[in-house]
Nanobody
Framework: QVQLAESGGGSVQAGGSLRLSCAAS????????MGWFRQAPGKEREVVAT???????HFAYSVEGRFIVSRDNAKNTLYLQMNSLKPEDTAMYSC??????????????????WGQGTQVTVSS
């Protein structure tokens, strides 16, 4: 049974940083594509970042240059380092996992497994 558990969310002022973690069980981080998604109230869920089997990453335009996605295979954990946070980054952030190796999908419907999410709130 695959389980993903996010942590690290919280409240921060604009310009601050947070690091989200996604600990996986029943699933091997680093073997397949994984992604971070977010959903703000009243908005659709959107992809934030993905990372494939080889470590190639993709970022949404709105976070490129500010966010970094990484993983620790030994800890079986995915991370999202968020820097220079803006109020518009406020959302529920979730990690997601697929059985795809490369060309990570950008649509949430193509991810099979999801964590419960962690709230990020950025104040101005």
């Amino acid at each position: 049974q695959v389980q993903l558990a996010e942590s690290g969310g919280g409240s921060v002022q604009a310009g601050g940083s947070l690091r989200l973690s996604c600990a996986a069980s029943g699933y091997t981080v680093g073997r397949y594509c994984m992604g971070w998604f977010r959903q703000a109230p009243g908005k659709e869920r959107e992809v934030v970042a993905t990372i494939d089997r080889d470590g190639d990453t993709h970022f949404a335009y709105s976070v490129e240059g500010r966010f970094i996605v990484s993983r620790d295979n030994a800890k079986n954990t995915l991370y999202l380092q968020m820097n220079s946070l803006k109020p518009e980054d406020t959302a529920m952030y979730s990690c997601a996992a697929t059985r795809t190796f490369y060309r990570c999908p950008l649509g949430s419907s193509e991810y099979h497994y999801w964590g419960q999410g962690t709230q990020v709130t950025v104040s101005s």
